[in-house]
């Protein structure tokens, strides 16, 4: 069935403005959206529909990409209606329904989007079941799926019992990136690259996420959950699942999602006794004078990684995985460090870009000009963000993944076997630095990390 409409809980939450009813008025403008589309936005705050409507209209027109005019944005706000409700009162939901039928809204065409703390999942799925208002509803999920493997089993159980799986999508906002979905398309359509994506050519695999901001309002959040559980076991594993899976059979969802699952069942176990040299965990100078955060937290806003990979193509290969809060720059990117031939050069280096510029760097060597035989290494850099085209017709992740839900798309989704594994790892990870490191490095504001980053 077609979607007709999307219920956001949290609708007056900073996801939702930010990223969410921006990205809707980029479908809307792009005709993405079906005839009669309709937006309810619930949160708890008392607005009128008009109040709410004002509200949204200032944060579509600072943030959509797609150039906007007086009257798509007037007709755009017609579609959106807000619902005043408290979402953890599981007996408020038939007023929902209520709601919705009088908005002609069938619940079969509806997805449920849950932009809303980890806490508010449990009781909308327990409310959304008790007033039946499921039925053949999608429902799009917002991480942290859980703040442990227990709690995100819980969740999952619970979400099942409502939905069924392919109703279920997973948000990992990454996989939605330009150059995320991208790291496909090189490694599979460019023979040179291929050809060498292994062990016999590959030294190791460096992923990175660095943040400038902090955890500025998020500290509540932000003091439970740490590094590890807020980038590392979604966003850096998905990235790496995707770097180092095998080909997908014919690059359906299903065979790409399944080439992900047999990178994460093939993580080598961790000798906890030497976690040191697989685990630094940082902490930003200032982070305990931040709103909400304890005052003598030990939480992690900082994490470089070490891991392998047990199988044909990467035994032996490290993969590091760093992230961090409050670092001297905000960059993603995918650094290949390719073996050197002999040890006359260097060895190449393919660097895939994902923020804050797109593009794809390659160094290599070549004879020094002029010279008869001393080795140079050049560059070669593609910017594709820099291409004023390429940059107005890159769809925001948001866009992608709401647009891959309403048409039933789960390439671009994490899955529930990803998730549990990734949990499993990461646990075993925390337990061994629990029992045989618990060293938290302090690193200075604006810089790269702690001097012990692997
Ligand atoms: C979110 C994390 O999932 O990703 C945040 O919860 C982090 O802590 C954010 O800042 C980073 O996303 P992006 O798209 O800005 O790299």
């Avoid at 979607?3 to 008025?25: E, N, Q, W």
């Avoid at 994460?264 to 955060?293: A, H, T």
Wanted: with cysteine; net charge negative.
């Amino acid at each position: 069935m077609k979607t007709k409409g999307i219920v956001i809980f949290g609708g007056t939450g900073d996801l939702a403005y930010r990223k969410l009813f921006p990205s809707l008025f980029n479908l809307f403008s792009l005709n993405q959206l079906e005839d009669g589309f309709k937006i309810v936005g619930v949160g708890r705050r008392g607005f009128t529909n008009n109040q709410y409507r004002d509200i949204i209209k200032d944060w579509v027109i600072k943030f959509s990409r797609v150039a906007h005019t007086e009257e798509k944005v007037e007709l755009f706000l017609d579609m959106i209606h807000y619902y005043e409700m408290d979402m953890n009162d599981i007996n408020m939901y038939d007023g929902l329904g209520e709601f919705l039928r009088k908005s002609k809204l069938n619940t079969d065409s509806l997805i449920y989007y849950y932009a809303v703390s980890p806490q508010l999942f449990a009781p909308i799925t327990d409310g959304l079941k008790l007033s039946n208002l499921t039925n053949d509803a999608k429902v799009m999920i917002e991480k942290p799926f859980g703040e442990t493997l227990e709690l995100a089993e819980k969740l999952y159980f619970n979400l099942k019992t409502c939905f069924s799986d392919e109703n279920i999508f997973h948000i990992d906002h990454y996989l939605g990136k330009e150059m995320i979905i991208n790291i496909m398309t090189l490694r599979f359509s460019n023979a040179v690259f291929y050809g060498i994506w292994n062990k016999e050519f590959i030294e190791s695999v460096e992923i990175n996420a660095y943040e400038i901001l902090g955890v500025d309002s998020r500290g509540g959040y932000y003091d439970k959950s740490g590094a590890l559980a807020d980038m590392i076991q979604n966003h850096l594993f998905q990235i790496m699942s995707i770097v180092a899976m095998e080909k997908p059979v014919d690059f359906s969802s299903a065979s790409i999602k399944a080439s992900q699952s047999e990178v994460f069942k093939s993580l080598k176990k961790i000798n906890s006794r030497k976690i040191d040299e697989r685990l630094v965990m940082g902490q930003y100078k200032g982070y305990l004078d931040e709103p909400k955060v304890s005052k003598n937290s030990k939480t992690e806003t900082f994490v470089s990684m070490k891991l392998e990979i047990e199988n044909e193509r990467w035994n032996g290969v490290p993969f590091i995985l760093r992230t961090g809060k409050k670092l001297e720059r905000r960059e993603s990117e995918v650094v290949i460090n390719f073996k050197a031939i002999d040890d006359r050069e260097k060895g190449n280096t393919l660097v895939i870009k994902i923020q804050p510029d797109e593009g794809v760097k390659f160094d290599f060597n070549i004879k020094k000009p002029g010279t008869e035989n001393s080795i140079q290494e050049v560059s070669m850099d593609f910017c594709q963000s820099c291409i004023l085209e390429n940059r107005m017709n890159t769809p925001e992740a948001y866009e992608r993944l709401i647009k891959a839900c309403m048409d039933s798309d789960k390439s671009l989704f994490s899955m529930w076997d990803h998730i549990e594994l990734s949990w499993k790892y990461i646990n075993e990870i925390v337990s061994a630095y629990k029992k045989y490191s618990n060293k938290l490095f302090i690193y200075e504001q604006g810089s790269l990390g702690p001097a012990e980053s692997l």
